[in-house]
């Protein structure tokens, strides 16, 4: 995975602000235009770009919107992100304008991640509410997405411990998960997976544990394992006793977090962007392990015990049996 250099991002700063001529803080669609006039078209103008982060009431772009939009470019198409940064008047290398992140299996084997860029992978059966999370991330009402078929993203910047993160949101539609599963090696580009469900409806609870359950058997299958969390979306409404008893009793059996609820209608998000971010910088906790990877481990376990207990038996042995050639020698030369 590649990310913007810190003079890359410069760069474009200066670029943002020169295209600015208002002076307003924020790139209106013409200014964009402008901007990118020396390019072929205007990379952003079609999906999933062009409504994937925040604008102003003017639909002017704020900087973070602008680099957010970029680092998403950068996520998805890096080519694509460095000819654009040509386009627009950058003079240096490839390598001066990206960084190679680690893999994500060495963070997880490390326990840590060097990473500025995080991708959320948005699960949840229809209905559940993974467009409003995306468009709450955003500033808008959910009533202000933009009809799309297929996948939906949304870019934004978090601020954790004093630090901004870009987190990018990938909502994944019902009916595109099992398509994605059958990529062995989907999980690889993900940091962190969400499952939305309705906290009214006992229904979409169970789609959301199932969905949890594939994901979950899958990263245990390729070793693309990922840290998860539930979300337990429409609290302000009446909530689904048995849903809540059987979404926290699976977080527990999983070895997850307890499922956070929000209401995205009340504006009470719980912090659940910067719960994200802290999930994703800690890449070895909150992955679920399923009954299936349980058993496993445990065989794992008892295999090594006896592989150790066999070992050790070996060495004890060796040991005697060089012990009594000693002795034995002794004996002779004592005769």
């Given at each position: 995975?590649?990310?913007?250099t ?48 925040e604008?102003?009431?003017l ?6 919107g ?10 998805l ?14 003079s ?20 840590q991640t ?21 468009q709450s ?22 601020e ?21 599963l ?19 409806d ?29 979300v337990?979306?429409?609290?302000d ?31 009470d998000?719980?912090?659940i ?16 392990e ?16 006896s ?15 060089a ?6 020698a002794?004996k002779?030369?004592?005769?």
């Amino acid at each position: 995975t590649l990310e913007l250099t810190g003079q890359a991002i410069d760069f474009l700063r200066g670029i943002f602000n020169m295209f600015d001529t208002d002076n307003d803080d924020a790139l209106l669609p013409a200014e964009l235009d402008d901007l990118f006039s020396t390019a072929p078209e205007n990379p952003w103008s079609n999906n999933p770009y062009v409504d994937c982060a925040e604008r102003n009431v003017l639909g002017g772009l704020s900087l973070e919107g602008f680099l957010s939009k970029w680092a998403l470019m950068t996520l998805l198409d890096p080519a694509n992100s460095f000819a654009n940064l040509i386009y627009v008047g950058y003079s240096g290398d490839f390598g001066s304008a990206f960084t190679t992140m680690r893999k994500r299996r060495v963070d997880r084997k490390k326990q840590q991640t060097q990473r500025n860029v995080f991708q959320c992978y948005v699960f949840g059966p229809r209905g559940a509410g993974k467009t409003a999370l995306l468009q709450s991330f955003l500033g808008r009402q959910p009533s202000d997405a933009l009809p799309m078929n297929g996948e939906r993203f949304a870019a934004n910047t978090v601020e954790l411990s004093g630090s901004r993160k870009t987190l990018v949101f990938r909502e994944i539609p019902e009916d595109d998960v099992r398509p994605l599963l059958a990529d062995r090696e989907s999980l690889a580009p993900c940091d962190v997976a969400v499952f939305v469900y309705d906290s009214c409806d006992e229904f979409s609870w169970q789609r959301t544990r199932d969905l949890l359950v594939e994901v979950a058997t899958h990263g245990e299958n390729t070793g693309y394992e990922v840290p998860c969390l539930i979300v337990a979306a429409k609290d302000d409404l009446d909530q689904s006793p048995l849903a809540l008893q059987e979404s926290t009793r699976v977080s527990q059996d999983m070895g997850i977090e307890m499922p956070i609820p929000i209401s995205v209608r009340l504006r009470d998000l719980n912090n659940i962007f910067c719960r994200i971010v802290h999930a994703a910088q800690q890449p070895h906790l909150s992955i679920p392990e399923t009954e299936a990877g349980k058993t496993r481990r445990q065989y794992r376990q008892l295999l090594n015990r006896s592989l150790m207990v066999v070992s050790v038996g070996a060495a004890v042995a060796v040991v005697g049996i060089a012990a009594y050639r000693v002795y034995a020698a002794r004996k002779n030369t004592s005769s």
